[in-house]
T-cell receptor, first 115, second 110 residues
């Protein structure tokens, strides 16, 4: 089954404790991206990657890191989480953004709480 | 100014009603416009996308883009309780960045 898999689904952590949210897709997609969703603010793009070893900042990259060492994986890293990073996070992939690749396939989300 | 602004709702309509969902955008260079539907506790799913001004129809759904006024709309005919969800407009810019509206929560009452 074609899918984007995020883990974990729920995460509670404390300020300053490094964490990683994993994302994996099995569709051989080139484009992958991370979003956070907050009430009243909608989905905001954190980082995106056009291909392996190519990453770019989205709208709200501060406090986050990503890496794209393999085509299928795109982990989101919070080196020192803070309470304002409490949010619902989504990973998504697409065959190629632009020129027909506008269909983003989303994972099921990760609800993160930073205390 | 945000790249895309969406009427926040929420909207509550009776079954069978016509629903209109609307967004405006800021940059006249934007070319790719999408509508995503998000059910509670799920990731968004693409409903429709279009590259150009005018209407695009898919069953009970019609996406409309007016580039002259930088306005995008989604119309749902004969709305059903299963259409109850949050609808997000989205734009892909020329640098492969996606911008989403804040979402409109729709409730269709049986």
């Amino acid at each position: 089954e074609a899918q984007v898999t995020q883990n974990p689904r729920y995460l509670i952590t404390v300020t300053g404790k490094k964490l990683t949210v994993t994302c994996s897709q099995n569709m051989n997609h080139e484009y992958m991206s991370w979003y956070r969703q907050d009430p009243g603010l909608g989905l905001r793009q954190i980082y995106y990657s056009m291909n392996v070893e190519v990453t770019d900042k989205g709208d709200v990259p501060e406090g986050y890191k990503v890496s794209r060492k393999e085509k299928r994986n795109f982990p989101l890293i919070l080196e020192s989480p803070s309470p304002n990073q409490t949010s619902l996070y989504f990973c998504a992939s697409s065959s190629n953004a632009g020129g027909g690749g506008e269909k983003l396939f989303f994972g099921s989300g990760t609800q993160l709480s930073v205390l | 100014q945000k790249e895309v602004e969406q009427d926040p709702g929420p909207l509550s309509v009776p079954e069978g009603a016509i629903v209109s969902l609307n967004c405006t955008y800021s940059n006249s260079a934007f070319q790719y416009f999408m509508w995503y539907r998000q059910y509670s506790r799920k990731g968004p799913e693409l409903l429709m996308y279009t590259y150009s001004s005018g209407n695009k129809e898919d069953g009970r759904f019609t996406a409309q883009v007016d580039k002259s006024s930088k306005y995008i709309s989604l119309f749902i005919r004969d709305s059903q309780p299963s259409d109850s969800a949050t609808y997000l407009c989205a734009i892909l810019d020329n640098f492969n960045k996606f911008y989403f509206g804040s979402g409109t929560k729709l409730n269709v009452k049986p």
